[in-house]
């Protein structure tokens, strides 16, 4: 199981940090990633990290102001997210997946998201 958690409600320029913890099977070798997702929109790419936490990937509407990362002793991965933009209002899913991906049907292991609204 997955579980976010970290949404709410920012204005524009405010920074977030989500969390996701994992439970109910082994953390180890996935590959994780945070997705989001618009209503009437396809579910899209933000960031992705691999198992050693050395790689990372970034979707260029986040590049610069966002960070991932895991803390693989505790099950838990992390998305900072600075200077948040109006646009960047979505449920935010992360996912784990057994490769270092940004392709979506890749991703075995999902969450059920959590909400961020950025208000201008």
């Known amino acids: 199981q997955l579980v976010e958690s970290g949404g709410g409600l920012v204005q524009a320029g405010d920074s977030l940090r989500l969390t996701c913890t994992a439970s109910g099977r082994s953390f180890d070798n996935y590959g994780m990633g945070w997705f989001r997702q618009v209503p009437g929109k396809e579910r899209e790419f933000v960031a992705a990290?691999?198992?050693?936490?050395?790689?990372?990937l970034y979707a260029d509407s986040v590049k610069g102001r966002s960070a991932i990362s895991r803390d693989n002793a505790k099950n838990v991965i992390y998305l900072q997210l600075n200077s948040l933009r109006p646009e960047d209002t979505a449920v935010y899913y992360c996912a784990g997946s057994h490769h270092f991906t940004f392709v979506k049907q890749m991703y075995e292991w999902w969450g059920q998201g959590t909400t961020v609204t950025v208000s201008s």
């Open positions: 990290i691999s198992w050693d936490p050395g790689n990372t």
